[in-house]
């Protein structure tokens, strides 16, 4: 059992670029998230995805998409990355969003850097 | 919309020493309020919960209390020891959108023997 797997672990970008994160989850979860943090702000919400073909927008999404590939996987990508884009990308999964105090299980991060 | 301030870091202690880390909270509703660890390197972990008013929740020796009237959920620890040197974040989900977790900046401990 894995848990929240990501990958790369790091990634060095030049501008303009484009690239994929990945995310999978093996604890059958049906809610998926993709998150940011940047030094002094903790973490901000991007994308997330409440349940299998369904997406929405978190607080900071402009300049990423995202694909909930199957219960599984949770993509996000950046079409055109961006210096302001540097940051660390956490990816987490929940059982159920509609449960009061239900966790959010978070994968070990991707670290990027955009030059 | 939902906020969650924390105190001012990083916070320096000794082994043994008392641990207080504010958390205060603004949110419709009646949000679930979490802290969540980052040990250096990793991703985030839960450490504790409160789903409602006056709960206390408590993991590895770490409370905090929900309290409603101040709308606050202060994690406290006894005697901290150099294990628990980590970034704490308090967090809150008010069970809508998907139970999208909103966090504070995180608060850095550093534990020292």
């Known amino acids: 059992n894995a848990g929240v797997t990501q990958t790369p672990k790091f990634q060095v970008l030049k501008t303009g670029q484009s690239m994929t994160l990945q995310c999978a989850q093996d604890?059958?979860?049906?809610?998926m998230y993709w998150y940011r943090q940047d030094p002094g702000m903790g973490l901000r919400l991007i994308y997330y995805?409440?349940?299998?073909?369904?997406?929405d927008k978190g607080e900071v999404p402009n300049g990423y998409n995202v694909s909930r590939l199957n219960k599984r996987e949770f993509s996000l990508r950046l079409e055109s990355a961006a210096p302001s884009q540097t940051s660390v990308y956490f990816c987490?999964?929940?059982?159920?969003?509609?449960?009061?105090?239900?966790?959010?299980?978070f994968g070990p991060g991707t670290r990027l850097t955009v030059l | 919309g939902n906020s969650v301030t924390q105190m001012e870091g990083p916070v320096t202690l000794s082994e043994e020493a008392f641990l207080t880390i504010n958390c205060t909270y603004t949110?419709?509703?009646?949000?679930?309020l979490f802290w969540y660890v980052q040990y250096p390197g990793e991703g985030l972990q839960l450490l504790l919960k409160?789903?409602?008013?006056?709960d206390k929740g408590s993991n590895k020796g770490f409370e905090a209390t929900y309290r409603k009237e101040t709308t606050s959920f202060h994690l406290e620890k006894g005697s901290v020891q150099v294990s628990d040197s980590a970034v704490y974040f308090c967090?809150?989900?008010?069970?809508?959108?998907?139970?999208?977790?909103?966090f504070g900046e995180g608060t850095q401990l550093t534990v020292n023997p």
């Open positions: 604890m059958n979860h049906n809610s």
């Open positions: 987490a999964s929940s059982v159920d969003p509609g449960i009061p105090g239900n966790e959010q299980f």
């Open positions: 995805s409440a349940s299998e073909g369904t997406t």
């Open positions: 409160a789903t409602k008013a006056d």
């Open positions: 967090a809150l989900s008010d069970g809508a959108s998907g139970s999208r977790l909103t």
């Open positions: 949110a419709t509703g009646y949000p679930s």
